[in-house]
Structure formats: structure tokens, C-alpha cells
């Protein structure tokens, strides 16, 4: 089960949360279909308050609150497009049981710069919240 | 909503898939969740192959990258799981496996690729995998009692 819950804010304001405020559970799909129009990508970690944030438009990620710090060194980017997936990893044991999940979090973006060439940032998060930069 | 996983053993001449298995132990009989005291495998023969598959449920977006290896815990003297995927169902044998031809991955980096039911490397819609045929062999000088354990690993992506 996993501890993280997106929302998508546009560029019209509007938010788009996996949980919905009726409790209804929405798809990644339904921001696919608006990936042109996304502002920012948020996961929520659910036993705390911690927030990790894509900001489409920059191309910076900020965990917790944005905006602090402020970003003193952005480089120019170009076509600055959303990373995000869970992985899961299921581990049986010798009698092939399943025994254990693991699940992490790969949240970031790609962009191109200004002779053309892609780049990723991505951090991982664990499912406890915990956090890898540079992997 | 995050897709549901299960493995699924398929047994029989005529496949009986069963879903949602309990273990994937390795003995003498075809069949699922089998007692592997009841069914040991004598020293210099091979296990039942065992026709393994991912089955994904409930609703999600997307499910790609799907790799299959062992990740964990050493063989004793003489033991070996073989493993390979296939794209169709064959009744299991206990003779040396045709299809369960390679050394089980040791690594994610050479482990096995997975691919949907239809071939394709994601899964869209609640479905099964291709087949994982696996088969535990020993040879003469295998030692009595059990093996040393092991951790088999399954990921995935999921969006």
C-alpha cells in the first residue's frame, strides 16, 4: 500500500488529487491527458506533512514548501516535461511466499538545454518518506 | 488506485490456472501450493516445472518494466532453478525442462524481461503476463534435507 498520494495543479488553477475530496480514487491517466497544461506535480506523504514538488514551469523540485529557499542558480531549460512512477519490487522467500513489497517513488522531469541535449533530475522516494538524490 | 498483484500457477494438462497462489514450492507433483514433504525431490532429479504468471487487477493507468530474478540466498552443492519466460502453456514435466533452459538472474540487471500476455512490454488493462517456466534441478550430489533460502524478486513499474 503506498503512503504517497499526488495532486496536479494547471496552469487554470485547477487541482486534480488521486484522492479526491469525495474519497474517489483517480488515475495517473487523467493527468497524461492534461501533461501539456500541468504547472506542478505534488506527492504528499501520508503519516506526516511532508510535500516533494515538481514545478513544471522552472524545472526545480522542492521538498516541503515552495519557494524556500529560492532558487538562486536556474539554468535555461527547455521543454521541461513530468517523471513520475511507483516501483514496486515483490520478494518471495524459498518457499516462493510473498514475504515482503517494497515500493519507491520516482518523482522529477526531463528538460532539454540550449544546444538540445536531454537531461533527467530525479529523486526517489522511499515509501517511509525517506528520500535519494544523485542515484 | 494502485493495480493489485498476485502470482498464478497454471498445473494440468489442460491448464488449471490457480490465482493468487499461497507459495511456489518446487516438488515432485504437478500442482499448486504443494506440501514438499509429500512430494520431495529425490537427489539427481528435477522438480515439476512450474508455469508461473504476474496477474495485475483493479484499476491503474499504466504497468511497465516488469523484470523477474533472484535476489537473494546461495544453492547447495548441485542445485540449480532454471528459468525463462515462454509465451504459451505446456503441461509440466519433471524431465530436464526445454523451456526453463537458463540459469535463473542473479541481478536486475540481467533479469528477466516480462512481457504482457499479448507480448507487449506494458500492461493497460487488468490481465495477465506471459509464462515464467521455472524448474529447481539436482544432481547426484546434491545433499538430503533442504535447500538454503532464497529470495525471488518481481518488480514493476506502475503509473
Redesign the interface.
Known amino acids: ?2 503512503n504517497i498520494n499526488w495532486t496536479a495543479i494547471f496552469k487554470d488553477k485547477s487541482e486534480l488529487s488521486q484522492i479526491d475530496e469525495e474519497g474517489k ?1 483517480h ?3 487523467e493527468v ?1 491527458e492534461k501533461m501539456s497544461d500541468l504547472s506542478f506535480f505534488i506527492l504528499k506523504y501520508n503519516k506526516n506533512d511532508n510535500y516533494y514538488i515538481v514545478d513544471i514551469h522552472k524545472g526545480l523540485i522542492y521538498i516541503n514548501k515552495i519557494q524556500d529557499p529560492e532558487a538562486e542558480f536556474i539554468s535555461d531549460k527547455f521543454n521541461i516535461r513530468l517523471i ?16 515482503d513489497r517494497d515500493i519507491i517513488h ?1 518523482l522529477g522531469y526531463q528538460y532539454l538545454d540550449k544546444v538540445g541535449k536531454n537531461h533527467k533530475v530525479i529523486i526517489q522516494i522511499s515509501n517511509e518518506g525517506n528520500i535519494l538524490i544523485g542515484g | ?2 493495480a493489485s ?1 498476485a ?1 498464478s500457477e497454471s498445473n494440468g494438462s489442460g491448464e488449471t490456472p490457480t490465482d493468487g497462489i ?5 516438488g515432485d507433483n504437478d500442482s499448486a501450493n504443494l506440501n514438499v514433504s509429500t512430494y520431495p525431490i529425490v537427489a539427481g532429479n528435477n522438480s515439476y516445472e512450474k508455469n508461473l504468471r504476474a496477474k495485475f487487477g483493479s ?4 504497468i ?2 516488469m523484470k523477474f530474478w533472484k ?1 537473494a ?1 546461495d544453492y547447495v552443492t548441485g542445485e540449480a532453478i532454471k528459468a525463462d519466460e515462454v509465451t504459451s502453456y505446456v503441461q509440466p514435466v519433471k524431465t530436464t525442462s526445454t523451456r526453463a533452459v537458463d540459469a535463473i538472474p542473479t541481478e536486475v540487471g540481467s533479469a528477466i524481461t516480462v512481457h504482457s500476455a499479448a507480448g507487449g512490454n506494458t500492461i493497460t488493462a487488468p490481465g495477465y503476463t506471459r509464462y515464467l517456466c521455472l524448474q529447481l534441478q539436482t544432481t547426484g550430489s546434491t545433499p538430503s534435507g533442504s ?13
Open positions: 500500500m503506498s480514487e488515475l495517473f491517466k497524461q513520475y512512477f511507483r516501483r514496486n519490487r515483490v520478494h518471495m522467500d524459498n518457499n516462493y511466499k510473498e514475504i520516482f | 488506485m494502485a498483484f502470482f499461497s507459495n511456489l514450492n518446487m484499476t491503474f493507468t499504466e511497465s518494466n535476489s540466498g535447500v538454503n533460502q532464497k529470495t525471488l524478486t518481481f518488480q514493476y513499474d506502475e503509473i
